[in-house]
């Protein structure tokens, strides 16, 4: 259910932010958008592009949550769990958690190790982490206060 819920929500910020990003642009025009303009619908678009990798390692992580759910009697070790190159890792598992940020499966060991599956695809953290930080980029450079004219000749 939590899982449902944050998928909503990205859902909701990825469309509000690519719809920022492109309506500004689309009114204004590419060519006449001066650099604010343009940083400020770069760091909409990155973060919508972040809210949407982040959205897809959301779905994944809903799916094998469902497999575990609806294994029946052969729901021990869970589903995600079993790997296909490995039976010998899913041997000593005795439970499992799911992790949000970033978005995984962990399958916890009787000793006290766990391991991560690969049900959530490697390059969802990432991805997220660089496109976040893309938008940052892209939103302090739009705030920064251009140098005036006034100062420029004043210096030179």
Sequence with gaps: MVILALLVVVAIVCFGLAG???GRLGRI??????RRTRLRCAAALAGAAAAAVYAWG??????????????GTDAFPA?????????EAA???VGHRVEYLPP?????????????????????G????????????????????PETSARKASAG
């Design 58 to 71: 959301l779905v994944n992580l809903g799916l094998a949550v469902l497999v575990t759910d609806d294994s």
């Design 126 to 145: 990432p991805g997220v982490l660089g496109l976040m930080a893309t938008a940052a980029v892209c939103a302090l450079l739009a705030h920064a206060k």
């Design 29 to 34: 025009g590419v060519r006449r958008a001066d």
């Design 79 to 87: 589903r995600p769990c079993r790997m296909a190159g490995a039976p």
């Design 20 to 22: 920022y990003g492109f």
């Design 91 to 93: 041997a000593d598992v």
């Design 104 to 124: 995984r499966f962990v399958c916890l060991r009787q000793g006290g190790g766990s391991y991560t599956t690969d049900d959530v695809s490697a390059f969802v």
